[in-house]
RNA sequence: GCGCCGGUGCCCGAGCGGCCCAAGGGAACGGCCUGCAAAGCCGUAAAGUCGCGGGUUCAAAUCCCGCCCGGCGCUCCA
């Protein structure tokens, strides 16, 4: 049975959906005023990886992710930059998905914006108005009485007196404030700002009311998964959790937050220039070494990526994918050949642990070497059997071993390119053996022999 | 300053009271295979203070205390 950490209780529990064979889950996505980072793309990554696994456990999944299109930020750049912010929120909504797509994210059943979520969010401000758990600061927008929120502290685990404490060390608190822990439901409209009219007059969205409004409405009170950054703890999620608390919806079954990611900025800028824009990251490494890299370590965790680590990524995928080339070489019919369960009942039992990712990837890794060792001694039972549940495990993952691709033409011409070099070989003419293999690799063609035959792929 | 989380081989990183003289991936070295490669496999070496110092326990990388270092949070940052 899975059992996941749930930051509210601060332990791991037994994962009881709301619904039994359905998951609903919301992660708070990105807000969209700049190109994504190395850590957007792991909380891509570790919530894509649960999604898949979920699925793969037999639960039929419900993934919203928000997109917030509307925030100081994104209103910053657009002065700027001389541009509106729809502009703005446009084209880095483009730039993010395009790079999640290179990371081979799923994209979310629904994604809601923020912009086209105002009417949502007016109920929901309605509602703790009902509550008295709101009031108007004039002329500066609606706030939250975080006092109306008895259990306030409960998801970051410190008292309101702690809290209030802290608050204001860093930042200036609004004047009109009944407690510097309330915070800003709905803002005035500034001029020259975006606006949305509501009853308490021109203003627009607070971050922390939009992911209560769609989450709710979308997905329904006692959602099963709320998920994010763990930088969200506080204030974000602490304050989404007041309001639902406060207007009496259950919110999140269970919250579950990744770990931060840390670039060895020196080190990485004198090796590669600094790529801590994920799109230069994609552009130096292949998505799946990202990928396996970030799953390497548990979710929950901090982790360092640098130019080393992904390459020995890089290097481990090779396995998988030659294996994968190995198996389609020696004929074997790899989708017709039985799973091996033991080795499924372990990687489920690892997936189960509160998504341990770096078990589950040891799991794969050790059917890639039993599959090669099958292979070398042409044992094609168990070949087919290890290599076909490393491939299904994989892909569960999202590390699915792609085939190499090329046009007709192309692979028509490599092929004959290989059978000029088996007639060198025959004849035994190295030289000019070498010379094809040479002029292939230039051109990105790796060429293996094999018992079975001589068989290529890209670099 | 306060709170939370971490510090494990050359690198990344699992483990979180006995199965650990510490998984997995990569790198290194040797071998098998190969015309040579590549790929794969096998083996070897590599942590002997698991940040440092105390303590608990029959038993500690794993628990407790202190210290050092790093990350995150402390009102809009994934």
Redesign the pocket.
């Known amino acids: 049975m899975l059992h996941v950490h749930d930051n509210l209780q ?1 332990r791991k529990v037994p994962f009881e959906p709301r619904e039994p064979g359905r998951v609903s889950m919301y992660v ?4 969209v ?2 190109t ?5 793309a ?2 891509e990554v570790v919530f894509d990886v649960m999604r898949r696994y979920l699925a793969h456990a037999g639960f039929e999944v419900t993934y919203v992710a928000n997109i ?1 299109d509307i ?3 994104i209103i910053g750049r657009a002065a700027e930059e001389g541009r509106t912010e729809p502009d703005v929120a446009a084209e880095f909504t483009d730039v993010y998905y395009r790079e999640m797509d290179r990371l081979g994210i799923a994209r979310p059943d629904l994604s809601p914006r923020a912009t086209e979520f105002v009417e949502g969010m007016i109920a929901t401000i309605t509602e703790l108005f009902q509550h008295d758990a709101a009031y108007v600061i004039e002329g500066k ?1 609606v706030y939250f009485d ?1 006092s109306a929120a008895d259990e306030y502290g409960q998801l ?3 008292s309101r007196d ?10 200036e ?2 004047e009109g ?1 009944r ?6 439901l709905w ?1 005035s409209a500034k001029p020259g700002e975006p606006s949305w009219p509501t009853p308490w007059g021109n203003g627009r969205p ?3 009311t939009e992911c209560v409004a769609m989450s709710l409405s979308i997905l329904g009170d006692g959602f099963d998964i709320h998920g ?9 999620h602490e ?1 989404e959790l007041a309001q639902a608390d406060a207007s009496g919806h259950r919110f999140a079954r269970y919250w579950l ?8 900025g020196e080190k990485m800028s004198k090796s590669l220039g600094n790529f801590t824009t994920l799109a230069e990251l994609l552009d130096h490494h292949a998505p799946r070494a990202v990928r ?2 970030m799953l ?3 979710y ?7 130019h ?2 992904l ?13 994968h ?2 198996l389609a070489a020696a004929g074997l019919d790899v989708a017709a050949a039985p799973l091996d369960a033991d080795a499924v009942a372990r990687f489920d039992a690892a997936m189960d ?2 998504f ?1 990712t ?2 589950a ?2 799991v ?3 059917l ?6 099958a ?2 001694v042409d044992d094609d039972i168990t070949a087919g059997s290890a290599g076909h549940t490393a491939l299904q495990l994989a892909d569960v993952l999202g590390l699915a071993a792609g085939a190499s691709t090329a046009s007709a033409g192309e692979a028509d011409g490599i092929a004959a390119s290989i059978g000029l ?1 088996n007639q ?2 025959a004849a ?1 003419d ?2 000019e ?2 010379r094809i ?1 040479d002029e292939l690799a230039e051109r990105g063609i ?6 079975d035959g ?1 068989t290529w792929h890209r670099a």
């Open positions: 601060r708070c996505g990105p807000t005023y700049d994504p980072h190395v850590g957007h792991r909380r917030t925030d100081d930020k927008g975080t970051v685990g410190r702690e809290l209030a404490e802290g608050a204001g060390q860093r930042v608190i609004e404030k407690s510097p822990l309330d915070f800003a803002k607070g971050w922390h994010g950054g763990d930088d969200l703890v506080f204030p974000h304050n937050h990744n770990g931060m990611v840390n670039v060895d396996l890299l390497q370590t548990h929950r965790r901090t982790m360092e990526i640098g080393d680590a390459v020995a990524a890089a290097e481990g995928l090779k396995r998988l994918d030659s294996m080339r190995r642990d509160d341990s770096p078990a990837v040891e794969v890794f050790g890639v070497r039993r599959a090669n060792q292979l070398d070099r060198a070989r035994r190295f030289a053996a070498d293999r790796i060429l293996e022999d094999t018992a001589t």
